[in-house]
Each structure stands twice: as structure tokens, then as C-alpha cells.
């Protein structure tokens, strides 16, 4: 999807002048291809330079932009952020204002120093740009005349008191509101060949700022809009799809198909396909006929050997569920308790028989016991004064449960779980109720539909993310309570 546009001469010679630029001044700072001029890929040149720098017309011997907006719609690892990085370097160059701002503006802190970090090396990279621009903490300046780059994180208060000569906002998916870009849009009104670029992957529903902003710009004469993506119409298993959507050369088709068989449909459809979900909130986290598979698969756990018991549940309501985790080379074998009827004349779990299953196993085999003690206090402050039983921190909010989830749907997703046996029919029903819910910007993570009595329970497989989390974040733990408060925090 695009806008359609039509370069005139000057526009091409416009266009060429700024690309020969790019080629000759910025290099890549990413992975295999660190180092190396920065050439343009001919889906980039025909959709996003040429229409941006290359429409409009000449006046008064100057250039004069047609687009002062650009809506950009790339699939993840399209280059988003560094191709915003070389554009702005480019035009900041190549149109030297006094005093001027420029700047990128990212989804997040984190996001921010990352884009700092790649403006930094492609400036440093080359002696030209170097000698051009003062890299400064967070800031660099054009040592001529006094103009700025900036790279800021996602806020209204940040960008309100500038007035940017050219904007760039990276992954609008995640702004909750227009006030970021509105913004900067009312600073730029009285600014010649002011230009605001937004660059981002599809969103999580269709709705909210970004799904508007589609929808106005397409119908602004001053605003470029070009979306590669999948078509509604589009089946997401189709490779000729996969190819159409992501023309870049670095992405190989068996990347692509790689991530279809080990993510989510959500994930695969919105990150690689760059396409909002057709459906609204929610996705089976694991698929019925993957899920089945594993289940077949005999579990070959061996408490002799090293593992991990992940913790979920509620004394009340939900079920209780204690979930061993066992790596084997590629695979992962599992075994589970789960307490789902409590006592018809307390209506509580009796906290008592879990912490004294939890310590027997941890007398006989020491491992790992995983849970989040700001959801059972109780029990882990319990299980480290009664039972001498240390605890391993993973605490349930969007940061850890996010990478926690990925890891037991990836691994149900290829068929490396082994459930069969060992008292998993719970976990596995669990698995098979679960949803996954987008929680930007960590990702997506286990969730539950319904709600009161009609709520479908995810309790072990909540229990089991937490094991594989912090079997793979986390070593046996050696301090004590006294040292910690009987807490080990998991953090990436």
C-alpha cells in the first residue's frame, strides 16, 4: 500500500543527490553488515527516498518538498530504525539550517540510547561527518551552525519545546495517544521543508492512534504513506505472501518460516507480516494440534537430575499449581501437581500439605523453587523459616512474564515439550486454555478469558513459563533469608 506520487526532474536530481550522500558518508552499524555503505535496496529507493525527498518543485532556486508527513509501515528487522537514523542524518546534512533541531523519538528510554548509539556510529564512521557533527552525551552538533540532533524517549513533555526541522518517531504502535506526534506536528507549522517521519510495525489492534493515523494521512495531500504488509486477503502460511512482505535482502525466507513454526499466529501475523491482527484481543497461545503432539511424548524427567519447580496459584478460586521443569539437550521434559478442588467447607487449598510437598522435594533433590512472593508471600516466607527451603524470585509482571511466556509456547510450538506422563494432564489442559495478550513494548504474554466461575484456568501453565524462566535466567541459589529476605530476584 502506497499513496501514489510522480517525481518531476528536479525531483529526481533532488532525490539522487541525497542518496549519493548516503552512500558515501553513512555505513551501517548492525551485525554482518557494520562498515559498509549504506546503498539503498531498490524497494527503499522506489518507496520511501525517492517519494519523500524527490516530490515537489522548485522555488525561488530552492527545493521545496510536496510531503511534510510520512507514514512508514515496515515488518520488524525491516531496518526501521536505522534507515530513520541515515534519512535524518542525511537531510540535516545536506540542508544545513542555523540553530536547526532534528530529532528521533523512540518508543521507550532503552529504545532511545539504542538509536543514540547507531547515530553515534554512523557519524563516527566516517571522517566527513566527524569532522561535521560533535557527538556529546546525548546530543550531537553540527560544530558550523549550532544545529541539534537529539534522540528522546516516547514523551509529550519532551517534544513540546522544540521546533524540529525534522522529526523522526520510531514504533508509533506503541503511543497510547496522538499527543507525542501532535506535537511535534504544531511545532513544525511555520517551518519551510519542516518534515515529520513516522516509522513503525503494526499494532497490536485495530484501533487506537496508529490505526487512525493510517487512515487520515492516506487522505492528506501533504502526507506520504507507504505500508508493507500483508493484505487482508493474504493467507499467513503463503510464502509467495512472505516474499511480497519483506523484499529486504537480509531476511531469508527460511528466517521467515522459522518464525511462522515458532511463534504465535498474533505474533507471526502483526511482527512479520506487519498486518493487524484480524482478530480482536486474544490468541490461542499454543496450537490444539502442537499441543497434542507433546502430549504423546513421554516425559523422560528424572528427579536425580537438575531442575527447576515453577509456583502458581491462589489460596482461593484459582488452582494451585507446582510444575517441574527439566532441560535434556533439546528437549524439555516435565512433571506437574496441581490442586483445583479445594475443601467444600473452607473453600481454601490447605497451604500446609503444599509447602510440606515443595520441601520434601527440595530435601531430596535440591532444586530450584520458583514464584513470585509478592503474589505468595505466605508461602515463601514459610517454606524459608519452616523448611529452610530458599526461593527464586519471578515476579509476574509484563518485563519477566512476557519472555516467560514465549519460552513454554516456543518450546509446545516445536515440539520440544514432552508432557506425556508424569501427572501433566492439568498442565496441559491449562496450556490448552490459554490466550495470549499483546503487552507492548515487552511483547505478548499467557493470559485467560472469561471471568468468575466461567474463567478457563492457565495456573500451571503460568507455573510452567515461571520454570523455564528461571531455568534459563537463573543458577541455584546459595544465600540465605537472612541475606536477602528469602527472595533471589530473576531479572534479564
Known sequence: MATSTRLSKSGRRQAKAYELFLGLHCRHVDNEFYGEPFLLEPWQRANIWNPILGTGRMEKGRFRRRFRRALIGLPRDGGKTETAVGLLLTIASMEPVHQGEYGVIASSKPQAGKAFRKLKSMIMQDPDLSAAWEVLTDTVVHRETGALIMVLPYSEAATQSYHFNVAIIDEYHVHKSAAVLEAVISGQKSITN????????????????????????????????????????????????????????????????????????????????????????????????????????????????????????????????????????????????????????????????????????????????????????????????????????????????????????????????????????????????????????????????????????????IAAAIALYALETQDAPHTSFAETGGFHSVSL
Not at 237 to 243: E, F, G, K, M, S
Not at 389 to 401: E, G, H, T, W, Y
Open 194 to 461: 519542516a518534515l515529520c517521519i513516522v516509522i513503525t510495525t503494526a499494532g497490536p489492534h485495530r484501533e487506537g492512534p496508529l490505526w487512525d493515523l493510517i487512515a487520515q494521512w492516506e487522505k492528506d495531500p501533504a502526507a506520504w504513506v507507504y505500508w508493507l504488509g500483508a493484505k487482508d486477503s493474504d493467507r499467513i502460511d503463503d510464502p509467495a505472501v512472505w516474499r511480497r512482505v519483506s523484499p529486504m535482502s537480509w531476511v531469508a525466507i527460511d528466517d521467515i518460516e522459522d518464525q511462522f513454526t515458532s511463534t504465535s499466529r498474533r505474533s507471526f501475523e502483526r511482527y512479520t507480516l506487519n498486518r493487524f491482527p484480524l482478530t480482536r484481543d486474544t490468541s490461542q497461545a499454543v496450537p490444539a494440534r502442537a499441543l497434542a503432539k507433546c502430549a504423546r511424548q513421554e516425559s523422560q524427567f528424572d528427579p536425580h537430575k537438575p531442575f527447576v519447580v515453577g509456583i502458581d496459584g491462589a489460596q482461593s478460586g484459582d488452582a494451585f499449581a507446582l510444575v517441574f521443569a527439566q532441560r535434556d539437550g533439546e528437549w524439555l521434559d516435565f512433571r506437574s501437581h496441581v490442586f483445583d478442588e479445594p475443601p467444600e467447607e473452607t473453600g481454601f487449598y490447605d497451604l500446609t500439605q503444599i509447602e510440606e510437598l515443595v520441601a520434601e522435594t527440595y530435601a531430596k533433590h535440591g532444586p530450584l523453587i520458583a514464584l513470585d512472593p509478592s503474589r505468595l508471600l505466605l508461602l515463601a516466607q514459610h517454606l524459608d523459616t519452616e523448611y529452610d527451603v530458599p526461593v527464586v524470585a519471578v515476579r509476574q509482571d509484563n518485563k519477566s512474564m512476557c519472555p516467560a511466556s514465549a519460552l513454554i509456547v516456543n518450546a509446545v510450538r516445536s515440539g520440544k515439550a514432552r508432557l506425556g506422563g508424569g501427572g501433566c494432564e492439568k498442565l496441559i489442559e491449562h496450556l490448552g486454555n490459554a490466550v495470549l495478550v499483546s503487552k507492548e513494548p515487552w511483547g505478548e504474554r499467557l493470559s485467560s478469558e472469561g471471568s468468575g466461575r466461567s474463567k478457563r484456568r492457565i495456573d500451571a501453565a
